[in-house]
C-alpha cells in the first residue's frame, strides 16, 4: 500500500533560520499530498496541498513541491518564527476516504 | 467556533474495562472519522462513517466499535480495553471525500491509556 516517511525529529532551530522538513511517500499513481500542522494544545490542521506532479503548495510562509522524479514533498520556510513551533505531518491520499499519515516531525524554535 | 470537540481528553482504564469516546462537530459534516497516533507512527484510521447511520473499517478496526445515530455525532467504544489500545486518538470530519479536498478538521485528540 501506499506509504508516507519523513525526516526523524526532533529538529530544533533558531528564529529566522531556514527550514526543511523531508518527507518521501511510495505510491501507485500520483496521489494528491498534503502537509498538516498541529500546534500545542490543538488538533491537526491543513497546511498545504498539492494535487499533481510539479505542483507547488504554500501557506503561512511554508511552501512544498510534489517532486514525482524523486517522489518527495519536502517542507520549506526560509525564515521561522517562534510561533511555527508544532508537530508537522506529512500525508497522502489513498482511496476514497484514507489519509495516509507520516509520523510527524516535532520542530521547536528558539527566540 | 467548537469545530470538533473530542471527550474525555484523558483517561486511564484497566484492562478488560469498556469506554466509550464521544465526537461531536457543529459544521454539519457529513463524513467523520476516528484515527490512533502512537509514537514513532503516523496516524492510523481506525473507522469512518460517510453519513447518519453509516459505518466502515478502517486500517486497524479490532477491538473498536462506532454509531453514527446522529449526523454530528461518532462514537468510538472500547468492549475490553488491552493495554495495546493505550494510544492518543484523534476524531476528525469533512465536508467532503478526502480524494476531493484532503481536507480534515481534527480535534484535540483524547489520551487513553490502559493499565
Known amino acids: 500500500g501506499n506509504s508516507v516517511t519523513q525526516m526523524e525529529g526532533p529538529v530544533t532551530l533558531s528564529e529566522e533560520a531556514f527550514l526543511t522538513i523531508n518527507c518521501t511517500y511510495t505510491a501507485t499513481g500520483y496521489p494528491s499530498l498534503f502537509w498538516y500542522v498541529q500546534y500545542p494544545g490543538e488538533g491537526l490542521q491543513l497546511l498545504l496541498k498539492a494535487t499533481k506532479a510539479d505542483d507547488k503548495g504554500s501557506n503561512k510562509g511554508f511552501e512544498a513541491t510534489y517532486r514525482k522524479e524523486t517522489t518527495s514533498f519536502h517542507l520549506e520556510k526560509g525564515s521561522v518564527q517562534v510561533s511555527d513551533s508544532a508537530v508537522y505531518f506529512c500525508?497522502?491520499?489513498?482511496?476514497?476516504?484514507?489519509?495516509?499519515f507520516g509520523q510527524g516531525t516535532r520542530l521547536t524554535i528558539n527566540p | 467556533n467548537a469545530g470538533v470537540t473530542q471527550t474525555p481528553k484523558f483517561r486511564v482504564l484497566k484492562t478488560g474495562q469498556s469506554m466509550t469516546l464521544l465526537c461531536a462537530q457543529d459544521m454539519n459534516h457529513e463524513y467523520m472519522y476516528w484515527y490512533r497516533q502512537d509514537p514513532g507512527m503516523g496516524l492510523r484510521l481506525i473507522h469512518y462513517?460517510?453519513?447518519?447511520?453509516?459505518?466502515a473499517k478502517g486500517e486497524v478496526p479490532d477491538g473498536y466499535n462506532v454509531s453514527r445515530l446522529k449526523k454530528q455525532n461518532f462514537l468510538l467504544g472500547l468492549e475490553s480495553a488491552a493495554p495495546s489500545q493505550t494510544s492518543v486518538y484523534f476524531c476528525a470530519s469533512s465536508y467532503d471525500r478526502p480524494a476531493n479536498t484532503g481536507e480534515l478538521f481534527f480535534g484535540e485528540g483524547s489520551r487513553l491509556t490502559v493499565l
Open positions: 500525508a497522502l491520499i489513498q482511496g476514497a476516504q484514507k489519509l495516509v
Open positions: 462513517s460517510v453519513g447518519e447511520g453509516t459505518t
